[in-house]
T-cell receptor, first 112, second 113 residues
Framework: GESVGLHLPTLSVQEGDNSIINCAYS??????FIWYKQESGKGPQFIID?????DKRQGQRVTVLLNKTVKHLSLQIAATQPGDSAVYFC???????????FGSGTKLNVKP | DTAVSQTPKYLVTQMGNDKSIKCEQN?????MYWYKQDSKKFLKIMFS???????INETVPNRFSPKSPDKAHLNLHINSLELGDSAVYFC????????????FGPGTRLTVT
């Protein structure tokens, strides 16, 4: 099986600070990872993905870091803005078997 | 110009009833999904279709039956609804079955009383 968890259910940061959201997964067969953002009342939105042959990937203001040794994934958001307030999910996928496992989410609160 | 749309947005029904949720995407994607999100925000994949062919069928009760009349539509029919079926159901689509960059619909909040 697979469990995907997030270390902190709620994270509060000041506007302009950097945010780090963490995720742990248990199945070492997971080879593809995605971060999603879900605003209140809306569906999840794809943010960034990373394959297991990489340890870092950058997007616009976001960076995902993957540490396969400890089965840990993080999402870093630079210069956090009020519009970043949402619930963030990580998903671990076993690509060839189409197996998806989602974490329960971390709520990010950005204080003005 | 909605990319992924679902109807209805809210659905309140009694136990034992049969209901359907519809999903349509106008992105030209080949793959569509159904997810269930419970009250604790836990998201779980239920089904996936690629060009009308079922490719993911997770362990869900057989009271849930997906139907894909064409690659732009994926409907979810639920028989004999139970209290535990109450959740938000999301439809999503992606360009290919090998791409997990998914676009989600706004969700259907199902309440079973």
């Amino acid at each position: 099986g697979e469990s995907v968890g997030l270390h902190l259910p709620t994270l509060s940061v000041q506007e302009g600070d950097n945010s780090i959201i963490n995720c742990a997964y248990s199945n070492s067969a997971s080879d593809y990872f995605i971060w999603y953002k879900q605003e209140s009342g809306k569906g999840p939105q794809f943010i960034i993905d990373i394959r297991s042959n990489m340890d870092k990937r950058q997007g616009q203001r976001v960076t995902v870091l993957l540490n396969k040794t400890v089965k840990h994934l993080s999402l870093q958001i630079a210069a956090t803005q009020p519009g970043d307030s949402a619930v963030y999910f990580c998903a671990a996928i076993i690509y060839n078997f189409n197996k998806f496992y989602f974490g329960s989410g971390t709520k990010l609160n950005v204080k003005p | 110009d909605t990319a992924v749309s679902q109807t209805p947005k809210y659905l309140v029904t009694q136990m034992g009833n049969d209901k359907s949720i519809k999903c349509e995407q106008n992105l030209g994607h080949d793959t569509m999904y159904w997810y269930k999100q419970d009250s604790k925000k836990f998201l779980k994949i239920m089904f996936s279709y690629n060009n009308k062919e079922l490719i993911i069928n997770e362990t869900v009760p057989n009271r849930f039956s997906p139907k894909s009349p064409d690659k732009a539509h994926l409907n979810l029919h639920i028989n004999s609804l139970e209290l535990g079926d109450s959740a938000v159901y999301f439809c999503a689509s992606s360009p290919l079955s090998t791409s997990y960059e998914q676009y989600f619909g706004p969700g259907t909040r199902l309440t079973v009383t």
